[in-house]
């Protein structure tokens, strides 16, 4: 899932540290998340959007859904 994370720590001239810090995470959670190996927990992006004043939709941006019903859907149609 891609992110706005690095941008929105660097407006503020956080490093992953403080962030993590902030979220009472490790830093390495903040680094994984801000290089995509990890899409945190939906607790975690509350919280991230509450910090940044904005929605979680602002912050993570979905690039691919899968749709099970759809894909359920579209087989038996075959």
Not at 32 to 49: F, N, Q, R, V, W
Request: aromatic share 6%; net charge positive; with cysteine.
């Amino acid at each position: 899932m891609k992110n706005r994370l690095k941008v929105l720590r660097a407006e503020r001239d956080w490093s992953q540290a403080d962030l993590a810090d902030r979220l009472g995470v490790s830093r390495q959670t903040i680094n994984a998340i801000e290089t995509e190996k990890y899409d945190p927990s939906l607790p975690l992006a509350l919280k991230m959007g509450k910090l940044f004043e904005q929605c979680v939709e602002k912050i993570f941006l979905l690039t691919e859904v899968h749709n099970p019903v759809r894909s359920s859907a579209h087989e038996k149609a075959r």
